[in-house]
């Protein structure tokens, strides 16, 4: 069946503009992950959504960072006033929930390049 | 605060060679363990997972993982490696109630034939 697919698949933008990175996660995957990718900082959680909790955003570095998920399927990362220090690879990952979500594998995206000048 | 150490920065084994990559945790309570793989340009790939139970996991690819609680480690072990088998290999930990999945730095394996 199809995987995580996130777009874009790289994402060129100037300091200060605003960027939507999405991700599609597996059908019928309750639990929804964003991580960060960087040759500094290797991988880092940053956003956990499951079912209709609230999400666990202790990840986010900034306020500058957000995320949503609508309908409990597809999610937008956002990050407003994009800082050359955010540039990485941005990874999505979905699995199942429910009582085994802590022991439950993730399913990774290809994830989106972005790259702020 | 759950943590992983990967204390080497790159392996290299001949082809046909056993293999091992290390990893230790620190978690509070029961560990959930996993090993991923990552091939340059694309995305993460689950291998395999310790829950409970037997602390020798099988997995994807021939790949196998011995948990030891006494030393806290989880090494990724295979018999006989496979140039294909070159690429990036994370271990990550996950406390039994946490939301956090949290990896180690990385682990680049250099098959050579």
């Known amino acids: 069946g199809a995987g995580v697919s996130q777009s874009p698949s790289n994402k060129v933008t100037e300091k200060g503009k605003d960027v939507e990175l999405r991700c599609d996660p597996i059908?019928?995957?309750?639990?929804l992950y964003w991580y960060r990718q960087s040759l500094g900082q290797g991988l880092e959680f940053l956003i956990y959504f499951q079912g209709n909790s609230a999400p666990d955003k202790s990840g986010l570095p900034s306020d500058r960072f957000s995320a949503e998920r609508t309908g409990g399927s597809v999610s937008t990362l956002t990050i407003q006033r994009t800082q050359q220090e955010d540039s990485a690879v941005y990874l999505c990952?979905?699995?199942?929930?429910?009582?085994?979500?802590?022991?439950?594998?993730?399913?990774f995206g290809p994830g989106t390049r972005l790259t702020v000048l | 605060a759950q943590s992983v150490a990967q204390p080497e920065d790159q392996v290299n084994v001949a082809e046909g060679n056993p293999l091992t990559v290390k990893c230790t945790y620190s978690v509070s309570g029961n560990p959930y363990l996993f090993w991923y793989v990552q091939y340059p340009n694309r995305g993460l790939q689950f291998l395999l997972k310790?829950?409970?139970?037997?602390?020798l996991v099988k997995g994807s690819y021939g790949f196998e993982a011995e948990f030891n609680k006494s030393q806290t480690s989880f090494h990724l072990k295979k018999p006989s490696a496979l140039v294909s088998d070159s690429a990036l290999y994370f271990c990550a930990v996950r406390a039994e109630y946490g939301n956090k999945l949290v990896f180690g730095a990385g682990t680049i394996l250099r098959v050579k034939s």
């Open positions: 059908s019928g995957h309750t639990a």
């Open positions: 990952a979905s699995s199942l929930g429910g009582r085994g979500v802590s022991y439950n594998e993730q399913f």
């Open positions: 310790y829950i409970t139970g037997d602390n």
